[in-house]
């Protein structure tokens, strides 16, 4: 995040908590409405789309005590949410192997002081913003122990008002063995428990735990719910929360991290990827894309590649004569690009782009699709000049 403090960020309620999911948060409020509510929940989705801010809201309305599709944010139980200390509400996260673990021990007592207080830290960064991530040092898998505790927890605690619900995030860094574990306890589904488990990686579940779960599926988020969210949320000015949407692959976190890196200095990197493509001289062209493979940090080049396709759609916008948010050096480069290429095919390189991210999803070789993707672009972009 941006080092200046937000110059204002709201405090948001109920489902607006969560960033857009209109179709979601409908079919769960009717879920709650209607008492279908199921005994476990999978919410699947991209990274930073929201899963985890889905299955926390449906926690704070299945125990609020006003009883409807929408937490009151008043009452006890809701005040509890607020920093996740809720008796009827557990979480359930990786967390780090404590010193001679032996099976049955309670995961939380074996930390050292230091990974307490950083468990205690990532849950109060949860509690304060949905959307932050839990980060915590070597917690690289859900203990089996973890899993354990929910039958355990669920079997001591009879709620005299609201659910136990256990909140499974990450559910795919289960090992086998605590795979095994989550599945018995939802083949004999515990009353008054509901559980529900998030995920940014549906395929790496046991195909038996996905199919006993009822599915929501997160939708990657519009360009316009991301911009809106980095202004009312993180106080982010208008241009730079723009730019951020457009080049976050509908992805809340996304554009945050893109915040956080000097998104300007990386546009003109992007910008000066083109000038070496369109140069006669291959040399520099050669020696970036070795740069940028070198480093094997595929998110990096996507955010780089998402970058250049963002730039290259304000070329296209100005070309059309629509507004473009762009101002001083950045301006000036896409007037002159513009004027330089009148016959650019611009809708085709950005396609091209996109296509190149979706290689890098595919595991495709790095160098291979960076060197193809300048000589398509260069071929898009000068196909009817001189
Ligand atoms: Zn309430």
């Given at each position: 995040m941006p080092s200046e403090t937000p110059a204002s960020s709201e405090v948001l309620h109920g489902w607006d908590r969560v960033i857009g999911q209109r179709r979601a948060k409908d079919l769960l409020q009717r879920a709650v409405s209607s008492g279908q509510v199921a005994h476990a929940y999978l919410f699947a989705g991209p990274e930073g789309v929201g899963a985890d801010a889905l299955a926390l809201e449906l926690a704070r309305v299945l125990n609020c005590e006003e009883g409807g599709a929408v937490a009151c944010d008043r009452c006890a139980s809701c005040r509890a949410m607020q920093t996740l200390?809720?008796?009827?509400?557990?979480l359930v996260f990786p967390l780090p192997v404590g010193k001679n673990e032996k099976q049955g021990d309670d995961p939380l007592t074996v930390l050292t002081d230091d990974q307490v207080v950083a468990v205690r830290d990532v849950i109060a960064a949860k509690a304060a913003d949905p959307y932050a991530r839990m980060e915590i040092p070597r917690a690289t898998s859900i203990k089996i122990n973890s899993i354990r505790a929910i039958k355990r927890e669920a079997s001591m605690s009879q709620p005299t008002r609201g659910r136990n619900v256990f909140?499974?995030?990450q559910a795919e860094l289960m090992g086998a063995d605590a795979s095994n574990s989550l599945l018995k306890t939802l083949e004999?589904?515990?009353?008054?428990t509901v559980l529900l488990l998030t995920t940014s990686e549906r395929d790496a579940l046991l195909p038996t735990i996905v199919s006993r779960c009822q599915q929501i599926i997160c939708d990657r988020l519009g360009e316009d719910e991301i911009e809106d969210a980095l202004r009312r949320r993180d106080g982010i000015p208008e241009d730079a929360a723009h730019l951020a949407s457009e080049m976050?692959?509908?992805s809340y976190t996304a554009a945050r991290d893109l915040l956080s890196t000097d998104v300007q200095a990386q546009r003109v990197r992007a910008v000066a990827f083109l000038r070496m493509i369109l140069a006669k001289?291959?040399?520099p062209l050669i020696q970036e894309i070795e740069l940028l493979a070198?480093?094997?940090d595929r998110p990096g080049v996507e955010r780089w590649m998402r970058l250049l396709g963002g730039w290259l759609r304000d070329a296209l916008m100005m070309s059309e004569g629509r507004p473009v948010h762009s101002e001083g050096e950045d301006r000036v480069a896409l007037e002159n690009f513009c004027s330089r290429f009148p016959g650019a095919d611009l809708p085709a390189a950005v396609q091209r782009v996109e296509r190149a991210i979706a290689d890098l999803d595919k595991n495709g070789y790095l160098v291979l699709v960076l060197i193809s993707l300048a000589l398509d672009l260069r071929t898009c972009i000068t196909q009817s000049a001189d």
């Open positions: 200390q809720h008796p009827n509400v557990h909140v499974l995030l004999e589904p515990l009353a008054d976050a692959g509908g001289q291959r040399l070198s480093s094997n």
